[in-house]
């Protein structure tokens, strides 16, 4: 007697699980990483999940994981590409004068806030780095290895390193009253007249003996 037949195989071209199907439009990524920066704004790092990014962009988890892995890789692509752009334009901070490098560097940084595109990773970063180390960790790879030292390396003084950190803490804890807290009158004081008070003091820590 012969053995009874096997049961069919499976559809070989079924995906593993977390593997996109072929089909996967090209902008998938960047919706992944749009709706993580704005669940990241939103919740902080903590109270985000990936399971919460994956359904306010549409797409299942084994996805985003695909594409980027654990929860803190998201966190850190989703900030690093949004803020890319800006990263890279603060090489312009070396040009001109060290006595105005104060003003460029205020300017500068209140621009990003100012800009739609750059405010919201920079608001998960800030709300999510005061609470968890992984997301502070991003927010010194960013802030520290790539826009402070390039303001050091400028400075011929003494202790450049802390003079740049120093004008950033003075920017930051601005930025923290202004954008997150909305302490008013500052919240809704006109931009010019914010940068032409705070400039001052971050040339001071900059170049000031």
Same mark, same amino acid.
């Given at each position: 007697?012969?053995?009874?037949?096997?049961?069919?195989?499976?559809? =070989?071209?079924?995906?593993?699980?977390?593997?996109? /199907?072929?089909?996967?439009?090209?902008?998938?990524?960047?919706?992944? +990483?749009? $709706?993580?920066?704005?669940?990241?704004?939103?919740?902080?790092?903590?109270? @985000?999940?990936?399971? %919460?990014?994956?359904?306010?962009?549409?797409?299942?988890?084994?996805?985003?994981?695909?594409?980027?892995? @654990?929860?803190?890789?998201?966190?850190?692509?989703?900030?690093?590409?949004?803020?890319?752009?800006? #990263?890279?334009?603060? %090489? =312009?901070?070396?040009?001109?004068? /060290?006595?105005?490098? %104060?003003?460029?560097?205020?300017?500068?940084?209140?621009?990003?806030?100012?800009?739609?595109?750059?405010?919201?990773?920079? #608001? !998960?970063? +800030?709300?999510?780095?005061?609470?968890?180390?992984?997301? $502070?960790?991003?927010?010194?790879? #960013?802030?520290?290895?790539?826009?402070?030292?390039?303001?050091? $390396?400028?400075?011929?003084? /003494?202790?450049?390193? +802390?003079?740049?950190?120093?004008?950033?803490?003075?920017?930051?804890? @601005?930025?923290?009253?202004?954008?997150?807290?909305?302490?008013?009158?500052? !919240?809704? !004081?006109?931009?010019?007249?914010?940068?032409?008070?705070? $400039?001052?003091?971050?040339?001071?820590?900059?170049?000031?003996?």
């Amino acid at each position: 007697m012969s053995e009874p037949p096997l049961p069919a195989a499976k559809e =070989t071209g079924a995906r593993r699980r977390g593997r996109p /199907p072929r089909t996967e439009s090209a902008d998938t990524r960047d919706r992944i +990483l749009t $709706a993580a920066r704005e669940e990241f704004s939103e919740r902080g790092y903590e109270k @985000t999940s990936v399971r %919460g990014i994956a359904k306010a962009a549409g797409v299942d988890s084994a996805l985003v994981h695909h594409y980027f892995g @654990t929860k803190e890789q998201v966190f850190e692509a989703a900030i690093e590409v949004a803020f890319a752009p800006a #990263l890279d334009a603060s %090489g =312009t901070l070396a040009d001109g004068p /060290p006595d105005g490098v %104060g003003e460029r560097l205020t300017r500068f940084f209140f621009g990003v806030w100012d800009d739609p595109t750059t405010r919201t990773p920079l #608001l !998960a970063i +800030l709300r999510s780095a005061v609470t968890n180390e992984t997301a $502070a960790a991003v927010f010194r790879r #960013l802030v520290a290895g790539q826009l402070l030292r390039r303001i050091a $390396a400028q400075l011929d003084l /003494p202790d450049a390193e +802390l003079r740049a950190e120093l004008a950033a803490a003075q920017l930051v804890g @601005t930025a923290m009253m202004r954008y997150v807290i909305k302490l008013e009158p500052l !919240a809704s !004081a006109d931009l010019e007249q914010v940068i032409a008070r705070v $400039a001052p003091v971050a040339q001071g820590h900059l170049t000031n003996p």
